[in-house]
């Protein structure tokens, strides 16, 4: 997953998890700060490599995750030393992922897809799914 957008934390989530009941003190808040870390270089790394990859000019941020104040940061100042715009919305409007859908309905939209209020209602209805 190294060249890719993707990316997991699976295995780290799962060792954080394991040591966590071993650990106290100084020992436990250099864990969180290690593992906050981690997953905040990854997810800066993968998102300036898409902006790149994909001639992005503008990085935007969304959803419960973008409430982290060190990922904000980092982010921010990444995108600067880049050459991306990075706008992101205050932590309070942040913690679902509504952003996100309303602007997949703002794509669907304006390619002049519609839908009707007698739709079904799926919650896990993938993406990738939206285009029939």
């Not at 394991?18 to 650990?23: A, N």
Request: aromatic share 8%; proline share 2%.
């Amino acid at each position: 997953m190294v060249d890719s957008e993707n990316f997991s934390f699976s295995g780290l989530k799962t060792a954080v998890r394991y040591l966590l009941p071993k650990l106290h003190g100084d020992f436990l808040a250099d864990l969180c700060a290690s593992f906050q870390q981690a997953v905040v270089e990854v997810l800066v790394r993968k998102t300036i490599a898409a902006a790149q990859k994909y001639d992005g000019d503008l990085v935007t941020m969304s959803g419960g995750v973008s409430c982290n104040a060190e990922l904000r940061r980092q982010l921010d100042d990444a995108c600067a030393g880049e050459g991306f715009e990075f706008k992101n919305a205050e932590p309070w409007l942040c913690t679902d992922n509504a952003a996100m859908i309303a602007f997949v309905a703002l794509l669907r939209l304006q390619a002049g897809f519609e839908s009707k209020l007698t739709e079904e209602i799926d919650p896990n209805l993938a993406l990738v799914q939206l285009n029939r």
